[in-house]
Antibody
């Protein structure tokens, strides 16, 4: 079955760090770009970061650039998001999402169920 | 940065046609994609590349894009279509993905 499964969310204090993981199955992981998209409580979708299929190209929203790092381990079929210097406004459900090609320039044809990150003291 | 503008809400009676717009500067030159999100669920792609449908999406869902406005059209609306709908593009000038603010579709 084709699916994405996020993990690693939880409660963290402002200024803290957290690493999210997304385990992919059912498709050739290295052939597709991947992204993280978040949704604050009661708000809309916000694209956070993307990575090409090879991992050689990465992209970040201005709101997280310099604080978040996206990476992937194609041998483990896993996508990561390292989040540092977390702020209250980073509180959201974080989804991983697959693109239909190897370059990160399209849309999202598969989504995970999401993992909740809460930044609060 | 590129901005996409959607109406916050659209209401329609069952069996009627719903049209949800997505405005952006010269959006007709970009490929527009649409997602449906029901409460507590992950988004689902319903239209990609302006007007193509993924497998499993009913023909009632269609899209168009021209000038400064893209439109998602849902024909013969059903109660199960009630959801939030988001448009999305890839902004080539920044290599960023951009989402519209979302539109809540209410079936009366």
């Amino acid at each position: 079955e084709v699916q994405l499964l996020e993990s690693g969310g939880g409660l963290v204090q402002p200024g803290g760090s957290l690493r999210l993981s997304c385990a992919a199955s059912g498709f050739t992981f290295s052939s597709y770009a991947m992204s993280w998209v978040r949704q604050a409580p009661g708000k809309g979708l916000e694209w956070v970061s993307a990575i090409s299929g090879s991992g050689g190209s990465t992209y970040y929203a201005d709101s997280v650039k310099g604080r978040f790092t996206i990476s992937r381990d194609n041998s483990k079929n896993t996508l990561y998001l390292q989040m540092n210097s977390l702020r209250a406004e980073d509180t959201a459900v974080y989804y991983c999402a697959k693109e239909p090609g190897i370059a990160a320039r399209w849309y999202f044809d598969l989504w995970g169920r999401g993992t909740l990150v809460t930044v609060s003291s | 940065s590129y901005v996409l503008t959607q109406p916050p809400s659209v209401s329609v009676a069952p069996g009627q046609t719903a049209r949800i717009t997505c405005g952006g500067n010269n959006i007709g030159s970009k490929s527009v994609h649409w997602y449906q999100q029901k409460p507590g669920q992950a988004p689902v792609l319903v239209v990609y590349d302006d007007s193509d449908r993924p497998s499993g999406i009913p023909e009632r869902f269609s899209g168009s894009n021209s000038g400064n406005t893209a439109t998602l059209t849902i024909s013969r609306v059903e109660a199960g279509d009630e959801a939030d709908y988001y448009c999305q593009v890839w902004d080539s000038s920044s290599d960023h993905k951009v989402f519209g603010g979302g539109t809540k579709l209410t079936v009366l």
